[in-house]
C-alpha cells in the first residue's frame, strides 16, 4: 500500500529564504507525482506536475524534482515571500488513476 | 482552461438530514471524477472513484449506501451524504480528469465545507 510522507511538517522562514520542503513515498511504482498549494479553508492549486519518466519540472520560484527510484521528491522555493504561506501537499498517481496525499508542510514565511 | 466547480461551498445541516454536493467540470468533458474528504490537520483521503454511466468505486471503510455518487454525465458528478451525523462534517473535495488527459492530471475543485450539528 503506497504511503506518502511529508517532513517536516511545519516550517517558519523569514522572507526572501530560500527553502526545500521534502516528500516520501514507499513504492516507486507511480504514474507522476504533484505538488499542491492549499490556503486554509481552500480547495488545492495545482503547483507542478512530474511525470515519472522526467527528473524535475519549474514553474517561476518553484522548482520540484523527482528521485523515483529511492520514492523521493523536493519542492524548492526561491526567494519565499509572505504570500507563499500555505500548506503544500505532495501527491503521487498509482495505477489506478487515483492520488494518494501526503500530510502536507505548512509554510509560515514572516515579513 | 480545466475548470471544475463545486457547489455549495459550504452546508450547514440538521444531523439525520441529507446533503447534496455538486460537481461540476465546466470547460472539458470529465470521464472520470473523484471524491475526496479531508478532516482537520489532516491529508486528502479519496473516498470513491466514478467512471461517468458506471456505478463508483469505493475505497475501503467508505459506505457506498452512505455516500451515495452519481456521474450521470461528463460534465457533473453528485455526492449525496445521507443521514448526516456530526462525525460526517468534513470538507469535501471532487476532482475530475478528462478524457484527453495523457498525463492522467486531475483538476480539483474547490471543496465544500459540510457541517452536520
Known amino acids: 500500500k503506497q504511503e506518502v510522507t511529508q517532513i517536516p511538517a511545519a516550517l517558519s522562514v523569514p522572507e526572501g529564504e530560500n527553502l526545500v520542503l521534502n516528500c516520501s513515498f514507499t513504492d516507486s511504482a507511480i504514474y507522476n507525482l504533484q505538488w499542491f498549494r492549499q490556503d486554509p479553508g481552500k480547495g488545492l492549486t495545482s503547483l507542478l506536475l512530474?511525470?515519472?519518466?522526467?527528473r524535475e519540472q519549474t514553474s517561476g520560484r518553484l522548482n520540484a524534482s523527482l528521485d523515483k527510484s529511492s520514492g523521493r521528491s523536493t519542492l524548492y522555493i526561491a526567494a519565499s515571500q509572505p504570500g507563499d504561506s500555505a500548506t503544500y501537499l505532495c501527491?503521487?498517481?498509482?495505477?489506478?488513476?487515483?492520488?494518494?496525499f501526503g500530510k502536507g508542510t505548512k509554510l509560515s514565511v514572516k515579513p | 482552461g480545466a475548470v471544475v466547480s463545486q457547489h455549495p461551498s459550504r452546508v450547514i445541516c440538521k444531523s439525520g438530514t441529507s446533503v447534496k454536493i455538486e460537481c461540476r467540470s465546466l470547460d472539458f468533458q470529465a470521464t472520470t471524477m473523484f471524491w475526496y474528504r479531508q478532516f482537520p490537520k489532516q491529508s486528502l483521503m479519496l473516498m470513491a472513484t466514478?467512471?461517468?454511466?458506471?456505478?463508483?468505486?469505493?475505497e475501503q471503510g467508505v459506505e457506498k449506501d452512505k455516500f451515495l455518487i452519481n456521474h450521470a454525465s461528463l460534465t457533473l458528478s453528485t455526492l449525496t451524504v445521507t443521514s448526516a451525523h456530526p462525525e460526517d462534517s468534513s470538507f469535501y473535495i471532487c476532482?475530475?480528469?478528462?478524457?484527453?488527459?495523457?498525463?492522467?492530471?486531475?483538476?480539483f475543485g474547490p471543496g465544500t465545507r459540510l457541517t452536520v450539528t
Open positions: 501527491a503521487v498517481q498509482g495505477s489506478q488513476g487515483n492520488l494518494i
Open positions: 512530474i511525470q515519472s519518466s522526467q
Open positions: 476532482s475530475a480528469r478528462g478524457s484527453t488527459s495523457s498525463s492522467y492530471e486531475q483538476y
Open positions: 466514478s467512471n461517468e454511466g458506471s456505478k463508483a468505486t469505493y
